[in-house]
């Protein structure tokens, strides 16, 4: 699966989203989400390794307990349409210039 | 919030030194399109479908699906702009507009309908979550 469809699906999912978006506020373990959202410990697990795959979210071991935190770096897909554009637009104009240089009237 | 204000476009201008007539030519002939924009099969007439093609990379296939929305000979050209994965399009449009100058044409890019509508509108997204996303965007933004 490509990356950007990754995080798509990721984020496609109400829950996985809302685990995000609390993971957004700080980082948090599983027993903490477990307890917020009133879903059973495997399900959380299994949302935040597929955060984890999409590269939305990392994990930092401490002790026994995992702790588990937004990686904004993982975002970018979501954004890259609109910088992409910003450039691409540009220096496809500089080339019709160019063009238009040559054309016949 | 409104889905429109939550929608980014780009908004560009040129002034080119050539009649509407030839940036029009430009602007709708395939191969002309082929060596400025993208390889095309365009074929300007309202209604009608085709892509632009070019080398994919990390974050697309590379192929843009269009059709034609609106269609005013040398004044206005406005397509669909659609690519990306399928489970999360990108759903933009362009318009170009074309206004005689003296020296020219001024020439009008249009690109609208950006994130955050396709791509932040998931099913049942709450404002709260947005407004983070949003934060966690400036970040993102500031950092690249």
Not at chain 1, 83 to 100: C, G, K, N, S, V
Not at chain 2, 16 to 38: F, I, N, S
Not at chain 2, 93 to 116: I, K
């Amino acid at each position: 699966m490509r990356r950007d469809d990754a995080v798509f699906r990721a984020l496609g999912d109400p829950s996985r989203r809302a685990i995000f978006e609390r993971l957004g506020r700080g980082e948090a373990a599983v027993k903490d989400l477990t307890a917020r959202f009133d879903i059973s410990q495997p399900a959380v697990s299994q949302h935040l390794a597929t955060l984890r795959k999409a590269g939305l979210v990392t994990e930092r071991r401490d002790g026994r307990l995992v702790y588990y935190r937004i990686d904004p770096k993982g975002l970018r897909p979501l954004i890259d349409w609109l910088t992409h554009y910003q450039a691409f637009w540009p220096e496809r104009i500089d080339r019709l210039h160019a063009l238009l240089k040559e054309m016949d009237e | 919030m409104t889905a429109k204000a939550e929608t980014q476009a780009i908004h560009q201008q040129y002034d080119l030194p050539y009649p509407p007539a030839k940036v029009w030519r430009a602007l709708t002939d395939p191969e002309l399109l082929g060596q400025w924009l993208m390889s095309t099969d365009m074929q300007a007439a309202v209604g009608n479908s085709f892509t632009f093609r070019m080398e994919p990379s990390q974050w697309w296939d590379g192929i843009v699906h269009c059709e034609v929305l609106e269609l005013e000979r040398e004044k206005r050209l406005s397509y669909t702009w659609r690519s990306g994965p399928e489970s999360s399009p990108l759903d933009t449009v362009v318009t170009w507009t074309l206004t005689p100058t003296g020296q020219g044409t001024r020439l009008t890019l249009e690109h609208t309908g950006f994130v955050p509508k396709n791509k932040f509108a998931f099913q049942g997204a709450e404002q709260g979550w947005q407004r983070n996303v949003g934060e966690r965007l400036r970040q993102v933004l500031a950092a690249a």
